[in-house]
């Protein structure tokens, strides 16, 4: 498998654009953002009585998706859904197989 390197280049612009790892660091960031603002957005709504709710089947889907570390962080700076075992064991154990993966991918 060849390895994709861009040729160096002095603008900002096309190292962000160009390399692999920034487009990967975008995507990570992003998605523990929305994983964030779905765990604080679903503590908002399970105070008011008829709102609809998040589907913990999305949340989890956005912690597998790469948003682990951004659920973890809304799990505990909302208190939200940390008295489910699922949750309180399941989202950090993602992050564990995800870290495990990127560790494996690295070293390959």
């Known amino acids: 498998m060849d390895t994709f390197l861009p040729e160096a280049v002095n603008t900002w612009g096309f190292t962000v654009v160009g390399s ?3 487009l990967v660091a975008a995507y990570l ?7 964030l603002l779905m765990m604080w957005s679903d503590k908002r709504r399970s105070k008011k009585d008829g709102a609809r709710r998040i589907s913990e089947k999305a949340l989890f889907l956005s912690a597998i998706l790469g948003g682990s570390v951004g659920a973890i962080l809304g799990m ?3 208190h939200h859904k940390t008295r ?3 949750f309180r064991y399941g989202i950090p ?3 564990v ?3 495990a993966l990127a560790g494996w991918l690295w070293l390959r």
Not at 29 to 35: D, M, S, W, Y
Request: positive net charge.
């Open 84 to 86: 489910h075992w699922y």
């Open 76 to 78: 505990r700076l909302f």
């Open 93 to 95: 154990a993602i992050l």
């Open 29 to 35: 960031v992003i998605v523990n953002l929305i994983a």
């Open 97 to 99: 197989v995800q870290l």
């Open 20 to 22: 692999p790892v920034s």
